[in-house]
């Protein structure tokens, strides 16, 4: 499969702040990538250097076959982008903002529809500053679709959304991709990467620690299955870490969490609760997730 974008020992300092220091990666066509990790971890300096919008300090990519620095005016008319942080007059209404941006490209595509499939029909002739956070999203991804680009840009696109909202996100991302795009997003939601990206890159401190499919990442570090229920009055751990398959197990008042490995975990510890007499309820069953790789090769929780 061809690739999208090649980046090579991209590097980014601010004066003794090393940004982005030294990263390589690709990102093939047709495919939704994420670069994920938290805030602060040099994932927006690194999509700004990719879109030309940064002039990187050492190192370089390739978009779509182009330089972003030298071809940067060539570029823009294949790439879409919704920026992390982006704003529109108050007063001007969303039809007004989609004749101004399709004015930029020397192609454009019929705005109308994608109003509609992005679900602002309705707000057409409303303006920037009566949209809620959600619309004013949408409309940024329309903006950036004006164009009928082969690679877009989403950088952390669901910050400050409520979960509902959020999740409409999602399913525009994917619609995204049905639609023969490529999508490259940064987020430091874990749970969002791991429910839409293809691959994903952890980056932590400037630097990528981590790259392959979600599935692949949280297999290979054999991160812990976990078995998670509550208990009234007593409890005796050592009738649970008798189980073969139980490594440790934790009581934070009345919740028990019990980390293992995943054959035979949960029968195994029904089994010890049973056995010693342990009345117990809300019993039910965590997978590792994205968090717990960061956790597993950081050491730190995410940071929001």
């Not at 920026?83 to 039809?95: D, H, T």
């Not at 812990?224 to 870490?241: H, P, Q, W």
Request: charged residues 30%; contains cysteine.
């Amino acid at each position: 499969m061809a690739q999208a974008i090649e980046v090579n020992d991209l590097r980014k300092f601010y004066g003794s702040v090393r940004a982005v220091d030294g990263i390589t990666f690709h990102v093939l066509e047709g495919e939704i990538f994420g670069m994920v990790g938290p805030n602060g971890a040099g994932k927006t300096t690194t999509i700004e250097c990719i879109e030309g919008l940064r002039r990187p300090d050492g190192g370089g990519a390739t978009v779509l076959g182009m330089d972003p620095q030298r071809d940067g005016y060539e570029l823009r008319e294949r790439i879409g982008v919704q920026l992390q942080e982006a704003s529109l007059p108050n007063r001007i209404k969303v039809w007004e903002a989609l004749d101004l941006f399709a004015a930029f490209y020397r192609r454009s595509v019929d705005w109308p529809p994608l109003l509609e499939q992005l679900g602002l029909a309705e707000k057409r002739n409303g303006s920037f500053a009566k949209l809620s956070g959600g619309q004013k999203q949408r409309l940024f991804i329309a903006l950036a679709l004006l164009n009928d680009p082969d690679l877009v840009f989403l950088d952390e696109l669901t910050t400050g959304l409520d979960p509902q909202a959020r999740r409409a996100m999602w399913d525009l991302v994917r619609s995204i991709r049905e639609r023969g795009k490529t999508v490259f997003l940064t987020t430091h939601f874990m749970e969002e990467a791991e429910r839409l990206c293809d691959r994903v890159a952890i980056m932590d401190q400037g630097r990528i620690v981590a790259l392959d499919t979600p599935e692949n990442l949280i297999d290979s570090l054999g991160v812990e299955n976990r078995v998670v229920f509550s208990v009234n009055g007593r409890f005796d751990e050592e009738s649970l870490r008798a189980v073969p398959s139980v490594t440790r197990v934790e009581r934070v008042g009345e919740r028990v969490v019990v980390y293992g490995q995943e054959d035979g975990l949960v029968s195994g510890v029904v089994s010890g609760l049973e056995a010693g007499g342990i009345r117990f309820r809300n019993l039910r069953t965590e997978q590792p997730t994205l968090e717990d790789v960061f956790l597993a090769l950081t050491g730190r929780r995410m940071r929001e």
